[in-house]
Structures are given as structure tokens and as C-alpha cells.
């Protein structure tokens, strides 16, 4: 699967991510962009979007969007880590165009 990690992600996350193509939104030199062009470049080279944004299903009509994005409720990177294993399950599981929250104790 092809990840793009928002900007608001830790970047060291992908390394729990090894199983699959991962890259954030910094090295496709997108930062800065408002969601709705994020949303627009990625649905045409990723798969999936991880953001930390929780305001971004409020924000964008996402009923066409042909991306999955995986919401996490923190981008505290010792937190992610912690969750490792259900962040892993969450991505294997989700399907394209699907919207998932994912809680981090």
C-alpha cells in the first residue's frame, strides 16, 4: 500500500509502517497546501492519507474521495509507538475511500 503521512504526523512512524511504501507530505513538497489540494494530489499516488487532524472530515467533503485516511486522536510519536499494532491492523484493514478514527491510549 502507498502511505502518505500528513504533515502533522510524526515521521518516524513509518518505521512501524516497514510492510509498506511510506512517505510524508514534506518530502513530496507539499507542505503548507490547504487539505482540500492535499486530498486532490494524493488521491492520484497513494492509497492511503494517516493524519492527525481531527477537524479534516468537517473540513472536506470527502463522499467522493477515492483515498483512505486513517485519523489518529494524537500525534504524540511515544503514544504511536505504544499503538504500533493496532495502527498496523487499522491500515491493513481499511479499504479505499473509507474514513477510520483511530483512538491512541
Same mark, same amino acid.
Given at each position: 500500500m502507498k502511505i502518505l503521512l500528513d504533515e502533522c504526523v510524526p515521521w518516524p512512524m513509518r518505521t512501524m509502517l516497514a510492510n509498506h511504501s511510506c512517505t510524508s507530505v514534506q518530502a513530496e513538497g507539499w507542505s503548507g497546501i490547504r487539505n482540500s489540494e492535499l486530498l486532490s494530489r494524493a488521491e492520484s499516488k497513494f492509497d492511503l492519507l494517516i493524519t492527525a487532524d481531527q477537524n479534516i472530515q468537517y473540513q472536506q467533503n470527502l463522499t467522493s474521495s477515492t483515498i483512505a485516511? /486513517?485519523? /489518529?486522536?494524537?500525534?504524540? /510519536?511515544?503514544?504511536? *509507538?505504544? $499503538?504500533?499494532? $493496532?495502527? *498496523?491492523?487499522?491500515v491493513d484493514e481499511i479499504r479505499t475511500g473509507q474514513y477510520a478514527k483511530l483512538k491512541v491510549p
Open positions: 485516511i /486513517l485519523e /489518529l486522536s494524537t500525534n504524540d /510519536l511515544r503514544r504511536i *509507538q505504544t $499503538a504500533a499494532r $493496532a495502527i *498496523q491492523q487499522a
